[in-house]
């Protein structure tokens, strides 16, 4: 057997005007697949030796209900059938699915009565045969289409419309082509040489040797470079302005964190809701940390057990096995408190410092057009002797007003490690009103007199999401657009450069 395209070319070659008709009817002549036929022939024209015009022919197929019909009959012939059997008492409609099916007798039944061979009995319900046998003209039509290899033409309009409407046959449309002589026609292909290479060159082989087309005016394909996500616009924005006022950023790239960091150096309780399951991500593998500081560790149960610096604690037995439970970390401040006990305990003694982060956190949240499970938590914090209250708001302030959010208020508000708290609320140009968009508080004693701290030592600390800032920023109304799965990667090609301008740069501007 000949490969297609020897088959296609020696089709050919018989004279000059020579085609090949259709090349469906040429692939099942030859026992060639069809696509591959059709695969060479395009290659052969794009080397110009043939031309192709395209075909396209539509017929019908009979679906598997059509194919049941054609062997055994119609459903209305096979119910007709049962109901004659049955004689003038007829059949109920559970005996009549039993005789022929719920599926034919479904169907069936309805086109009796239409067609008026069968009636239903008012006294008991039966179905009684009027007529003793029928033209099965839907069996019929399926035959003269088959028999037609599926030509519409073979049926009139009005049979057709009845077949589809009972989904029996639907119409395919079929592309193919005929294939003509092209401009560079031979009996056989001669590959062309894309390339001139060395040893053309040594041969002398490149004199008789058929190259392909070069087109030298072309431009190459531009090479698309990467662009930052939003996020990571703002993200870089926002590390900028905080390294301006002397913050240092804390190594963040440890996702999984114990309960001990996450929760218990924060004096935060083994009871409280947020260390539930329907809250965190716990770890099955592996479920444990290896060791956390053992002194610390300690210091931070009794504190929990029976208190410190003016606190009672909790009054509970602190479980070594709940502060050991590997989690997805719930906020970065997991970090803050590991640095917050290197600062304490390193050589030299304590210093004061400003520390930030931005990364990503965990919470087993419903998902919705605001909340996701995973996000980014901004959070900033400084460390120094007898700070106050008036030195977090201030600091906030500092920082709002570099990112253009001029308008602030504070509400107190409970967090379990800071005492006094407060939420943020800024005011929203664009919604004209006040939403919230950060938290923040002083570090309680009872979490930073286990670290080694010295007493008149306080510290401060804000967070706040990135996605909400971006959110508004980028006027995007659903996070699932701007994080995860749904995010339209042309949205991060075409977003602008993020800029954030304070009030002293827009006073310059006017």
Same mark, same amino acid.
């Given at each position: 057997?000949?490969?297609?395209?020897?088959?296609?070319?020696?089709?050919?070659?018989?004279?000059?005007?020579?085609?090949?008709?259709?090349?469906?009817?040429?692939?099942?002549?030859?026992?060639? /697949?069809?696509?591959?036929?059709?695969?060479?022939?395009?290659?052969?024209?794009?080397?110009?030796?043939?031309?192709?015009?395209?075909?396209?022919?539509?017929?019908?197929?009979?679906?598997?209900?059509?194919?049941?019909?054609?062997?055994?009959?119609?459903?209305?012939?096979?119910?007709?059938?049962?109901?004659?059997?049955?004689?003038?008492?007829?059949l109920s409609i559970p005996a009549?699915? $039993?005789?022929?099916?719920?599926?034919?007798?479904?169907?069936?039944?309805?086109?009796?009565?239409?067609?008026?061979?069968?009636?239903?009995?008012?006294?008991?319900?039966?179905?009684?045969?009027?007529?003793?046998?029928?033209?099965?003209?839907?069996?019929?039509?399926?035959?003269?289409?088959?028999?037609?290899?599926?030509?519409?033409?073979?049926?009139?309009?009005?049979?057709?419309?009845?077949?589809?409407?009972?989904?029996?046959?639907?119409?395919?449309?079929?592309?193919?082509?005929?294939?003509?002589?092209?401009?560079?026609?031979?009996?056989?292909?001669?590959?062309?040489?894309?390339?001139?290479?060395?040893?053309?060159?040594?041969?002398?082989?490149?004199?008789?040797? =058929?190259?392909?087309?070069?087109?030298?005016?072309?431009?190459?394909?531009?090479?698309?470079?990467?662009?930052?996500?939003?996020?990571?616009?703002?993200?870089?924005?926002?590390?900028?302005?905080?390294?301006?006022?002397?913050?240092?950023?804390?190594?963040?790239?440890?996702?999984?964190?114990?309960?001990?960091?996450?929760?218990?150096?924060?004096?935060?309780?083994?009871?409280?809701?947020?260390?539930?399951?329907?809250?965190?991500?716990?770890?099955?593998?592996?479920?444990?940390?290896?060791?956390?500081?053992?002194?610390?560790?300690?210091?931070?149960?009794?504190?929990?057990?029976?208190?410190?610096?003016?606190?009672?604690?909790? +009054?509970?037995?602190?479980?070594?096995?709940?502060?050991?439970?590997?989690?997805?970390?719930?906020? =970065?401040?997991?970090?803050?408190?590991?640095?917050?006990?290197?600062?304490?305990?390193?050589?030299?003694?304590?210093?004061?410092?400003?520390?930030?982060?931005?990364?990503?956190?965990?919470?087993?949240?419903?998902?919705?057009?605001?909340?996701?499970?995973?996000?980014? $938590?901004?959070?900033?914090?400084?460390?120094?002797?007898?700070?106050?209250?008036? /030195?977090?708001?201030?600091?906030?302030?500092?920082?709002?007003?570099?990112?253009?959010?001029?308008?602030?208020?504070?509400?107190?508000?409970?967090?379990?490690?800071?005492?006094?708290?407060?939420?943020?609320?800024?005011?929203?140009?664009?919604?004209?009103?006040?939403?919230?968009?950060?938290?923040?508080?002083?570090?309680?004693?009872?979490?930073?007199?286990?670290?080694?701290?010295?007493?008149?030592?306080?510290?401060?600390?804000?967070?706040?999401?990135?996605?909400?800032?971006?959110?508004?920023?980028?006027?995007?109304?659903?996070? +699932?657009?701007?994080?995860?799965?749904?995010?339209?990667?042309?949205m991060t090609k075409n977003?602008?450069?993020?800029?954030?301008?304070?009030?002293?740069?827009?006073?310059?501007? $006017?």
């Amino acid at each position: 057997m000949s490969d297609p395209e020897s088959a296609i070319l020696s089709a050919l070659a018989s004279e000059e005007g020579s085609t090949i008709a259709d090349t469906y009817a040429f692939a099942a002549s030859h026992n060639f /697949d069809h696509n591959q036929v059709v695969g060479v022939s395009k290659s052969l024209e794009g080397d110009a030796y043939v031309t192709l015009k395209e075909l396209s022919t539509q017929f019908f197929v009979l679906q598997k209900e059509a194919s049941d019909i054609s062997t055994n009959g119609s459903q209305e012939i096979r119910v007709l059938g049962a109901l004659v059997k049955a004689g003038d008492a007829g059949l109920s409609i559970p005996a009549l699915q $039993q005789e022929v099916g719920k599926d034919i007798s479904k169907i069936g039944m309805g086109n009796c009565l239409k067609n008026k061979w069968a009636k239903k009995d008012k006294a008991s319900g039966n179905l009684i045969a009027i007529v003793s046998e029928a033209k099965d003209e839907v069996r019929e039509q399926l035959a003269a289409l088959q028999a037609a290899n599926g030509d519409p033409k073979a049926l009139d309009d009005k049979s057709v419309t009845a077949l589809k409407r009972r989904k029996l046959i639907s119409l395919v449309t079929r592309k193919s082509y005929t294939v003509s002589r092209g401009a560079d026609y031979q009996p056989k292909r001669v590959k062309k040489a894309a390339d001139l290479t060395k040893e053309m060159l040594d041969s002398g082989s490149y004199k008789t040797t =058929t190259f392909k087309e070069y087109n030298f005016q072309t431009l190459g394909e531009s090479v698309g470079g990467g662009y930052l996500h939003p996020l990571l616009k703002v993200r870089a924005e926002f590390r900028k302005i905080l390294m301006q006022m002397g913050f240092q950023e804390m190594p963040t790239s440890k996702w999984v964190e114990s309960s001990f960091w996450n929760f218990d150096s924060l004096f935060q309780p083994q009871s409280h809701p947020a260390r539930d399951a329907h809250d965190t991500f716990f770890i099955k593998e592996p479920a444990e940390t290896v060791s956390v500081p053992e002194d610390y560790y300690e210091r931070v149960k009794t504190m929990h057990e029976s208190g410190g610096s003016g606190s009672i604690g909790y +009054r509970y037995d602190f479980k070594r096995e709940e502060a050991f439970k590997n989690l997805l970390r719930t906020h =970065t401040t997991a970090i803050s408190s590991q640095m917050l006990y290197k600062l304490a305990n390193q050589e030299g003694g304590f210093q004061p410092a400003r520390y930030f982060s931005i990364d990503r956190v965990f919470r087993n949240e419903t998902m919705d057009a605001t909340h996701l499970c995973e996000f980014h $938590q901004v959070e900033g914090l400084v460390a120094d002797y007898d700070l106050s209250l008036g /030195d977090l708001i201030g600091t906030i302030e500092t920082f709002f007003n570099k990112i253009g959010i001029t308008k602030l208020r504070f509400k107190p508000a409970f967090n379990p490690y800071t005492e006094p708290s407060m939420e943020i609320f800024g005011y929203h140009p664009d919604l004209k009103k006040w939403t919230e968009i950060g938290n923040s508080g002083m570090f309680r004693p009872e979490m930073l007199a286990p670290m080694g701290l010295p007493e008149n030592v306080r510290v401060i600390a804000w967070g706040l999401s990135l996605e909400r800032p971006t959110m508004i920023k980028y006027r995007i109304d659903n996070i +699932r657009n701007l994080f995860g799965h749904k995010v339209d990667l042309a949205m991060t090609k075409n977003a602008p450069i993020c800029r954030f301008e304070g009030e002293e740069e827009e006073k310059q501007q $006017q």
